[in-house]
């Protein structure tokens, strides 16, 4: 399973560990991601993803999943994610 964020696209960084004798060793920052079921209003079913927590967070301010992914550029969103934003968009557009 990937380290990569479904919506936002946030993947592992790397950095140094740095010891108190300034010695350098390569290291790995992760992602913080988490297993979620976010409901779709539009779907009126819940749609299970793993994102960050910063994600997670956006999505509760934008408003739900389905205003996230509106806003959200086709390059960063996930396969699955981005199915589910056409979906969204049908049924949007049928209604």
Do not use: W, Y
């Amino acid at each position: 399973m990937s380290r990569r964020c479904e919506l936002t696209g946030k993947g592992p960084m790397t950095g140094n560990n740095v010891s108190h004798a300034n010695n350098k060793t390569r290291r790995r920052f992760l992602p913080n991601l988490n297993d979620v079921s976010l409901r779709s209003e539009a779907l009126g079913r819940n749609i299970k993803l793993r994102i960050s927590a910063a994600a997670l967070r956006t999505v509760d301010h934008r408003g739900g999943l389905d205003k996230f992914l509106a806003k959200a550029k086709d390059a960063e969103l996930s396969a699955a994610a981005l199915k589910v934003k056409k979906e969204i968009a049908k049924v949007q557009a049928e209604a």
